[in-house]
């Protein structure tokens, strides 16, 4: 899952630190986060999503490995 976490701190001057004392988790959490090491939680995705006022699909790119046809 890409992310466009990096983007939106630039956007607003926010450090790793900042935004992870902000949502509750450690600098170490976004940095692999931002790397695509890492993939959140729901519950923690929404959490970066509305910190930055966005969607979450605005923050987040999921892109499926495999095409899969869920309408059958």
């Known amino acids: 899952m890409k992310n466009k976490i990096k983007v939106f701190r630039a956007m607003n001057d926010l450090t790793q630190e900042n935004l992870g004392v902000a949502i509750g988790v450690n600098r170490q959490t976004i ?9 959140p939680s729901l ?3 929404f959490k970066i999503a509305r910190y930055f006022g966005v969607n979450i699909e605005d923050m987040f790119i999921y892109e499926e490995e495999n095409s899969i046809n869920l309408a059958h």
């Not at 940095?31 to 993939?39: N, T």
């Open 31 to 39: 940095l692999a986060i931002e790397k695509g090491k890492y993939v």
């Open 43 to 45: 519950d923690l995705a």
